[in-house]
């Protein structure tokens, strides 16, 4: 039992997960075990690569390096307890973990939604203004925007958690998710969560609908810019530089905007659960692949570290 104070009386929460057959269960832990795996490896590769390659030291790849770090954060805040509801038909998790790890998932996902911003901003600076590119994205600069949205993240994701925590839980404490989320830990609040929902709304504005805003704006920009090039070539090489960019933020806002801004009505569990799936498990994994396949830089960065290990082992 909580204490008296903000009257909780539900102590732990148990958290359904996926409720399929043994050898369906079996089925995803390995799935998502070879993902969880994938995603670790694929984002820790860009992170050293990014830190140690000198081709790679710009302010697109270090914006690509903490989108990494924001992937890692929320897959490992949230893979290895499904791992373990997977493997147990469900789990239970204590009061205060449950919120911590809505706590790092929030303010990383929240990091994320400002970062996409600042990673438009770059490229339409780029693309629309190249000749003062290196005077206006500066490496203090990339860190002091980098530094900001983790800042903002931690915060807004920090009020959330001061005014759902102060929530009456009363019971029932079953949680039909595979990790807590602020939707159905809502659900089972018996005290008023007007507040919460208006933080939501309230909030949303600086980190979900601003930084959209911001999105939109900036890629309306680069495109007429890049219509304005007269050489197909030209056209081509300009829109090569952001499309993995846009390929990431388009995934990552549709289903993020289907779980929370824009519900289908009717919606169901079992959708709710796969559309989480995709901005929690999928994504993370999905972005060092888009940015590896598909650039050149990291690519090229890939071969000249394998050969320069290659030369140390064979001196060895």
Same mark, same amino acid.
């Given at each position: 039992?909580?204490?008296?104070?903000? !009257? +909780?009386?539900?102590?732990?929460?148990?958290?359904?997960?996926?409720?399929?057959?043994?050898?369906?269960?079996?089925?995803?832990?390995?799935?998502?075990?070879?993902?969880?795996?994938?995603?670790?490896?694929?984002?820790?590769?860009?992170?050293?690569?990014?830190?140690?390659?000198?081709?790679?030291?710009?302010?697109?790849?270090?914006?690509?390096?903490?989108?990494?770090?924001?992937?890692?954060?929320? +897959?490992?805040?949230?893979?290895?307890?499904? !791992?373990?509801?997977?493997?147990?038909?469900?789990?239970?998790?204590?009061?205060?973990?449950?919120?911590?790890?809505?706590?790092?998932?929030?303010?990383?996902?929240?990091?994320?939604?400002?970062?996409?911003?600042?990673?438009?901003?770059?490229?339409?600076?780029?693309?629309?203004?190249?000749?003062?590119?290196?005077?206006?994205?500066?490496?203090?600069?990339?860190?002091?925007?980098?530094?900001?949205?983790?800042?903002?993240?931690?915060?807004?994701?920090?009020?959330?958690?001061?005014?759902?925590?102060?929530?009456?839980?009363?019971?029932?404490?079953?949680?039909?998710?595979?990790?807590?989320?602020?939707?159905?830990?809502?659900?089972?609040?018996?005290?008023?969560?007007?507040?919460?929902?208006?933080?939501?709304?309230?909030?949303?504005?600086?980190? $979900?609908?601003?930084?959209?805003?911001?999105?939109?704006?900036?890629?309306?920009?680069?495109? !007429?810019?890049?219509?304005?090039?007269?050489?197909?070539?030209?056209?081509?090489?300009?829109?090569?530089?952001?499309?993995?960019?846009?390929?990431?933020?388009?995934?990552?806002?549709?289903?993020?905007?289907?779980?929370?801004?824009?519900?289908?009505?009717?919606? +169901?569990?079992?959708?709710?659960?796969?559309?989480? !799936?995709?901005?929690?498990?999928?994504?993370?994994?999905?972005?060092?692949?888009?940015?590896?396949?598909?650039?050149?830089?990291?690519?090229?960065? $890939?071969?000249?570290?394998?050969?320069?290990?290659?030369?140390?082992?064979?001196?060895?």
């Amino acid at each position: 039992m909580r204490g008296e104070n903000n !009257l +909780t009386l539900v102590s732990e929460f148990f958290l359904l997960g996926f409720q399929v057959s043994h050898g369906i269960r079996i089925s995803l832990f390995c799935l998502f075990f070879m993902v969880y795996c994938g995603t670790i490896y694929g984002n820790l590769l860009i992170i050293i690569l990014v830190s140690i390659s000198k081709n790679l030291h710009t302010p697109m790849y270090f914006f690509i390096s903490q989108l990494s770090i924001s992937d890692i954060s929320v +897959t490992t805040d949230i893979v290895p307890t499904m !791992l373990d509801i997977l493997l147990n038909n469900g789990g239970t998790i204590t009061f205060i973990i449950c919120f911590t790890q809505f706590y790092f998932f929030s303010a990383s996902e929240a990091f994320e939604c400002l970062l996409l911003a600042v990673m438009s901003y770059d490229r339409y600076v780029a693309i629309c203004n190249p000749l003062r590119y290196t005077s206006i994205m500066t490496s203090g600069h990339c860190v002091i925007l980098t530094v900001i949205c983790w800042l903002l993240g931690f915060f807004f994701s920090l009020i959330y958690i001061i005014t759902t925590t102060r929530l009456f839980f009363c019971g029932p404490n079953i949680i039909d998710h595979f990790f807590c989320d602020i939707v159905p830990l809502l659900e089972l609040a018996c005290s008023d969560n007007f507040i919460v929902h208006l933080e939501m709304y309230v909030v949303g504005i600086p980190v $979900v609908f601003i930084p959209t805003t911001i999105i939109v704006m900036s890629y309306t920009y680069i495109i !007429l810019a890049i219509l304005r090039i007269p050489s197909s070539i030209g056209r081509q090489k300009a829109f090569s530089t952001c499309s993995s960019h846009l390929i990431v933020v388009s995934i990552f806002y549709w289903t993020m905007f289907s779980v929370y801004v824009f519900p289908t009505k009717g919606q +169901t569990v079992t959708i709710s659960k796969i559309l989480s !799936l995709l901005y929690t498990v999928i994504t993370p994994l999905i972005n060092p692949i888009i940015y590896s396949l598909r650039n050149k830089d990291i690519l090229k960065a $890939v071969q000249e570290t394998r050969h320069k290990f290659d030369l140390v082992n064979w001196e060895l």
